[in-house]
């Protein structure tokens, strides 16, 4: 399964410490060989000031070797930055925690920096000291020190590029702490910012590149950097399928990143059980998001494919179901490996079978039971029992009956009203009408070839630290 492993493809787009969980999942899953990851984690545990890490790695790599003097030049100048930076810092924390301080602080930050200049002589330069430790901590591999010290110099900071640099920091520190709720809050901030974006505003270091580009690479990072949130917070997959079937989004990952189908394709398919049994509590884009999914699948094969994708074409498109069945064995093994979808297998596998039985019911009034255990990959008893329960457990149990003397099911469905057809294959028409409509009154004259000659390299957003 190594062929089909994103994390090369994704990392590029991630700051250097988020990808040290991907890598060390790659030493768990054995995918490829251990001492090529363990160099490949060396290799970012350099750009950091987590010495002590970067050495435990080079004693791996080269056991028995003299550790080299270098890494203790770098252990002490990271202690004597520390010790400077925490001082400067915490001169300007005694004055904000002051409770009289507190009190006095307005959601004004102008006012704020008057009043803290006036009454502590404390200016703007020295309330940067708190992202320079927030920085430097967050290098240090101190994740939850570094998300206090920039969530304290954003409440009073004017600097919009250090604030958003400090966001995104803020945001990979609650991730890699497993903050997800303040995770997720910090994700739709950014998300806002991004799409609330005006041509003078600058995410990204280079500033001489077109706006609109510009504006692309920064909700590519986002895509990769909100997999994290959405596969690990409670409501991730629903909120994922919201976020990236917008017209916004699902344009980036067409034009950037078409890589990102694959757990697109995962979410839809991980929220259809619940979404189809629970449908007034769902959004209508999720409720039918397999079938804006499997539209973008289609127009973007091109570009990218893996069983998984391969499995809703095959079960949508082709109405193949021994192909699909052939691909669902393979996309088991693809989420099993995938950093992001490994704590879903189970839940893939019965939400896959649940969209099998739902399109082999559709087209088939009588079904044998033994047949469709085989099409699940269940053995006969495992079907029967799967079958049992997921007609108890959806709406399949209005329609469908089992007849356990012959073995199979029989479908009693009513003919769906010539209306009610027009209404589902126009559903929505109107809603993206109006958003063609707004997409073309916002955008500018002359900018309607900006990616013509858009740069191969992609950009990276100013986070606290660098990936490269």
Not at 31 to 57: C, I, K, R, W
Not at 106 to 130: C, G, P, S, V
Not at 274 to 292: A, L
Request: net charge negative; glycine share 4%; proline share 4%.
């Amino acid at each position: 399964m190594a062929e089909y492993d994103l994390t090369k493809t994704i990392i590029p787009y991630l700051d250097r410490h988020l990808a040290f969980p991907l890598l060390a999942h790659l030493v768990d899953s054995g995918l490829f060989p251990v001492d090529d990851v363990h160099s490949a984690q060396y290799e970012l545990a350099q750009g950091t000031n987590m010495v002590d890490y970067a050495v435990s790695l080079f004693e791996q790599l080269h056991p028995g070797e003299q550790i080299p003097a270098e890494f203790s030049a770098k252990r002490e100048k990271a202690v004597s930055t520390n010790e400077r930076l925490q001082q400067e810092a915490q001169a300007v924390l005694d004055v904000i925690e002051n409770p009289d301080v507190a009190q006095a602080l307005r959601q004004d930050k102008m006012q704020n920096l008057q009043y803290l200049k006036e009454h502590y002589n404390l200016t703007l330069e020295q309330i940067r000291a708190l992202y320079n430790f927030g920085q430097f901590q967050y290098t240090y591999g101190n994740y939850s020190g570094a998300a206090d010290y920039l969530y304290h110099f954003r409440v009073l900071s004017t600097d919009n590029d250090l604030n958003t640099s400090a966001s995104w920091g803020k945001l990979a520190s609650d991730i890699l702490t497993g903050k997800w709720d303040q995770a997720l809050e910090e994700l739709n901030a950014l998300r806002e910012s991004i799409d609330a974006r005006t041509p003078s505003t600058s995410f990204l270091v280079n500033t001489n590149e077109p706006s609109a580009l510009s504006q692309l690479h920064s909700r590519t990072w986002l895509l990769h950097w909100s997999l994290f949130v959405y596969f690990n917070h409670p409501q991730g997959r629903i909120l994922l399928l919201e976020t990236f079937l917008t017209p916004t989004y699902l344009s980036t990952i067409q034009t950037s990143s078409p890589w990102i189908l694959r757990y697109l394709a995962t979410a839809s398919i991980l929220s259809r059980k619940t979404s189809s049994s629970s449908s007034q509590s769902t959004s209508t884009r999720v409720r039918h998001s397999i079938r804006e999914v499997v539209k973008t699948i289609q127009m973007e094969e091109y570009q990218y494919q893996d069983p998984i994708t391969k499995f809703l074409r095959e079960l949508y498109v082709e109405f193949d179901f021994e192909a699909a069945q052939k691909e669902l064995k393979e996309a088991e093994k693809i989420v099993g490996d995938d950093f992001f979808l490994s704590e879903f297998r189970e839940e893939f596998l019965d939400n896959a079978r649940y969209l099998i039985s739902e399109a082999y019911c559709r087209i088939h009034h009588r079904i044998d039971i033994g047949d469709l255990s085989e099409r699940l990959n269940l053995s006969r008893d495992e079907g029967e029992k799967w079958i049992v329960n997921l007609i108890r457990e959806t709406r399949m149990g209005a329609d469908a009956r089992i007849d356990l003397e012959k073995n199979v099911i029989e479908i009693n469905r009513s003919p769906l009203p010539i209306y009610q057809s027009v209404i589902e294959k126009t559903r929505g028409l109107a809603f993206r009408t109006q958003a063609l409509g707004a997409a073309m009154a916002r955008t500018p004259a002359g900018t309607a070839g900006q990616f013509d000659n858009a740069p191969e390299e992609q950009q990276q957003p100013a986070v606290v630290e660098g990936a490269r």
